[in-house]
């Protein structure tokens, strides 16, 4: 493998401006950037949390993975877990994707269908059971319009309405798609651990089992709108008026009904409260999430992790409202975490930090509310009389901002009309991504100034700046370890930076699982110190002993 630089991004928060007067956007050319002006996006379209990792789709189409990665779920072309986002690939054209419990499903522009992680039973649907650590293209066909990763299958739509399922299946494994039924009415499925729901166009709702094959309806009604099922045994769905509705396993209070049920499944619909605005539900392992027409974010189930995000580890039997903002947009529950995305273009994220399941650089530091892992770092000015005064924020790099020369960093104050030169000095191991004025994206990547010629009467300017993080993928040959051609070896890996003269800069430690047969090791070189001549790897035996697996690597 080639050395590779992969970025983490810490992407920006758009913040809208408020006129003095009120201002279209189209006049946002007054403040005369240096550089061309976009129109504002939102930075993640498409978010999916599996068993401690997660997987987003940025507006761009390329695709990004974090968390555990032992099967080679995250699709990096290793087994390595990532603590924080790195991007699959080189493609700008994913447009859909799933996270299951070891194994990913995704979808291209061209309507391609890709899978790759653990494959035991098929489930990739690549006609085998080996694992894929980069993706690979199922079939030929480019007519998928959804595809779900559920545990140990997957199941997708067509855009012609037709339904399929492969993987578990009972004996013999199904290693590549198979059509369920003939119909082409279906509209929305999803997968779990042991059975599927779809609803087809009529709005009738259907189950099955894997080894039947032949979906059940539920009920009578018609008026089913949408379906999620977690990791476990709790089944969701929303109603067309609105209401929530769930059955399935409930011995942990996870249909949120406000009572625990032992020993038995509730097999028909129970209707969580008495809203009639829920407008999305994304199930878990054992917690669920959802979201209100208001834009409020709802929480249930277990919360060990502090999963739902309430502030709590205290065990939710009925939803129970996530903080106080009414601007959530998607939401996704994976196994013991949350990711969301807000209306103001940032990624949120809670719960266990596991395998770097919440993408924040630190797999050790779980959390019980949410936290951003993409921005914001900004520079935010507010208006005073004829004046505007700046203040610097971020921690990823420091931002300054200049007037004529002169250092305005500290709250110093400017007249309107007058120009400043804002620039970005990044950290070890960080440079420049971008840069946004009042939420419109600034092009120029690496860009360490920003100029605005012209401040105008505004009551609020916000500038931002989004760092990246440069990490280098280095390969170590590991063919001399000591019984790891017949088995996997947990490492330590220690990374140690030296100057011209051999002076070590700084070191980082890193955990990574090496499969038995491996014979070169991919290790991430992050934060690589400025001034950085040498590099030497070390890799320890991961057990109180820490014996040496082999003599350090300079590279």
């Known amino acids: 493998m080639k050395n590779n630089i992969f970025k983490r991004l810490f992407t920006v928060v758009v913040i809208c401006c408020t006129l003095l007067a009120v201002i279209p956007i189209s006049t946002l050319a007054e403040i005369s950037v240096s550089t061309n002006i976009l129109a504002p996006r939102a930075e993640i379209s498409v978010i999916s949390a599996g068993q401690r990792y997660t997987m987003a789709i940025r507006a761009d189409g390329s695709l990004w993975a974090w968390g555990a990665n032992f099967n080679g779920q995250l699709g990096v072309g290793s087994i390595v877990s990532q603590s924080s986002p790195r991007r699959v690939g080189t493609n700008n054209d994913w447009t859909s994707v799933s996270a299951g419990i070891s194994h990913t499903m995704a979808i291209r522009a061209d309507g391609s269908l890709w899978g790759w992680g653990t494959n035991d039973n098929g489930h990739l649907g690549d006609g085998t059971t080996q694992r894929r650590a980069s993706p690979v293209r199922v079939g030929n066909d480019n007519n998928w319009a959804s595809v779900i990763a559920g545990g140990g299958l997957t199941t997708a739509i067509k855009t012609d309405g037709s339904l399929w399922a492969w993987g578990w299946n009972g004996v013999p494994r199904q290693?590549?798609?198979?059509?369920?039924?003939?119909?082409?009415?279906?509209?929305?499925?999803?997968?779990?651990?042991?059975?599927?729901?779809?609803?087809?166009?009529?709005?009738?709702?259907?189950?099955?089992?894997?080894?039947?094959?032949?979906?059940?309806?539920?009920?009578?009604?018609?008026?089913?709108?949408?379906?999620?099922?977690?990791?476990?045994?709790?089944?969701?769905?929303?109603?067309?008026?609105?209401?929530?509705?769930?059955?399935?396993d409930n011995s942990r209070g996870d249909l949120g009904l406000g009572f625990i049920t032992t020993g038995q499944l509730i097999v028909t619909p129970q209707r969580?409260?008495?809203?009639?605005?829920?407008?999305?539900?994304?199930?878990?392992?054992?917690?669920?999430?959802?979201?209100?027409?208001?834009?409020?974010?709802?929480?249930?189930?277990?919360?060990?992790?502090?999963?739902?995000?309430?502030?709590?580890?205290?065990?939710?039997?009925?939803?129970?409202?996530?903080?106080?903002?009414?601007?959530?947009?998607?939401?996704?529950?994976?196994?013991?975490?949350?990711?969301?995305?807000k209306s103001d273009g940032r990624v949120l994220t809670w719960g266990s930090a596991m395998g770097g399941a919440l993408g924040t650089g630190d797999p050790n530091v779980s959390f019980v509310t949410p936290v951003s892992i993409w921005g914001p770092y900004r520079v935010r000015t507010t208006a005073l009389t004829n004046s505007v005064r700046f203040e610097v924020a971020g921690n990823n790099g420091t931002i300054t901002a200049t007037m004529n020369n002169i250092d305005i960093s500290n709250g110093d104050?400017?007249?309107?009309?007058?120009?400043?030169?804002?620039?970005?000095?990044?950290?070890?191991?960080?440079?420049?991504?971008?840069?946004?004025?009042?939420?419109?994206?600034?092009?120029?990547?690496?860009?360490?100034?920003?100029?605005?010629?012209?401040?105008?009467?505004?009551?609020?300017?916000?500038?931002?700046?989004?760092?990246?993080?440069?990490?280098?993928?280095?390969?170590?040959?590991?063919?001399?370890?000591?019984?790891?051609?017949?088995?996997?070896?947990?490492?330590?890996?220690?990374?140690?930076?030296?100057?011209?003269?051999?002076?070590?800069?700084?070191?980082?430690?890193?955990?990574?699982?090496?499969?038995?047969?491996?014979?070169?090791?991919?290790?991430?070189?992050?934060?690589?110190?400025?001034?950085?001549?040498?590099?030497?790897?070390?890799?320890w035996e991961n057990a109180s002993t820490m014996r040496p697996l082999m003599c350090a690597v300079e590279l």
């Open 175 to 248: 290693l590549s798609p198979m059509r369920i039924g003939t119909d082409y009415d279906w509209l929305n499925v999803s997968a779990g651990a042991g059975r599927l729901h779809a609803i087809r166009t009529d709005g009738s709702l259907w189950s099955w089992s894997p080894s039947q094959n032949t979906p059940i309806r539920i009920g009578i009604d018609y008026d089913w709108a949408l379906t999620s099922i977690g990791g476990g045994w709790s089944f969701f769905a929303i109603k067309t008026d609105g209401s929530l509705w769930g059955w399935g």
């Open 272 to 341: 969580v409260g008495d809203c009639y605005d829920w407008i999305n539900v994304s199930a878990g392992e054992r917690h669920t999430m959802a979201i209100r027409a208001d834009g409020s974010l709802w929480g249930w189930g277990m919360n060990l992790f502090g999963e739902i995000g309430d502030g709590t580890t205290e065990q939710r039997l009925t939803p129970v409202r996530i903080g106080n903002d009414n601007n959530w947009l998607n939401v996704s529950a994976g196994e013991r975490h949350t990711i969301a995305i």
């Open 413 to 539: 104050l400017v007249q309107w009309g007058q120009s400043v030169v804002f620039n970005a000095i990044p950290n070890d191991g960080y440079r420049v991504l971008s840069w946004t004025i009042n939420g419109e994206l600034v092009t120029g990547e690496n860009a360490q100034n920003l100029s605005i010629a012209r401040i105008i009467a505004i009551s609020e300017l916000n500038v931002e700046v989004a760092f990246e993080e440069i990490v280098e993928i280095k390969e170590v040959d590991v063919t001399d370890i000591e019984g790891l051609s017949d088995n996997d070896v947990n490492a330590f890996v220690i990374v140690a930076f030296y100057g011209e003269r051999r002076e070590m800069l700084n070191a980082r430690t890193q955990f990574v699982e090496i499969p038995a047969g491996t014979e070169m090791l991919p290790i991430n070189i992050r934060n690589r110190p400025q001034g950085t001549e040498h590099i030497k790897i070390m890799l």
